[in-house]
């Protein structure tokens, strides 16, 4: 992203206005789990302090996937001066209710995945290199202790949204894996 960062940097200097275009999904591909919590905990400030005013995300039918990141922008697009972390903590405990903790930790390990994992490509071998079967199983073990944290059928039925994503996920890449 230092080149993303150089750029809106430079234009934030240059203009007294600018709009952003962010793909809220991983190169047109939206089966994976992709939270943006860390991308644009991170992006986000920065855009918005280089006097951004047009925020424009493209974005598919990702809900299940891809939720968080929704959320996160959609709230600092209202407000930039919001704190990422207070956000993620909000649609958490206001989404999840009695399942925020475990669904929190799931998210997050998600997250990490695609933080901490040196790869830059799409599906594929790249989700091979990032979803491995014992981050996969992980993964797994996460969402179970969500379905099992989950008290009303609001909140059953919102871990179950993520759950039958994951489990949609997991198919794919046993067939990757095969």
Known sequence: NQSLRNLVNGWGKAAPRMAY???????????SPYPMITKLSIDLPIIYKNHCAFWQ???????????????????MAWNPRLA????????NRNFYGHASDAMGAYWKFI?????????????GFGHLRRFTRERMAEARKLMDAGLAAGKTPQEIARVKLA???????????KMRYD
């Open 21 to 31: 275009y962010l793909y809220q999904f991983n190169l047109a591909e939206v089966s």
């Open 57 to 75: 995300p493209e974005n598919l039918a990702n809900f299940e996937t891809s939720l968080h990141g929704v959320y996160l922008g959609n709230r």
């Open 163 to 173: 759950d039958e994503s994951l489990q949609l996920f997991e198919l794919f890449m």
């Open 111 to 123: 997250d990490e995945i695609w933080v901490k994992t040196p790869e830059y490509s799409g599906c």
């Open 84 to 91: 990422p972390a207070k956000i993620i903590n909000e649609i």
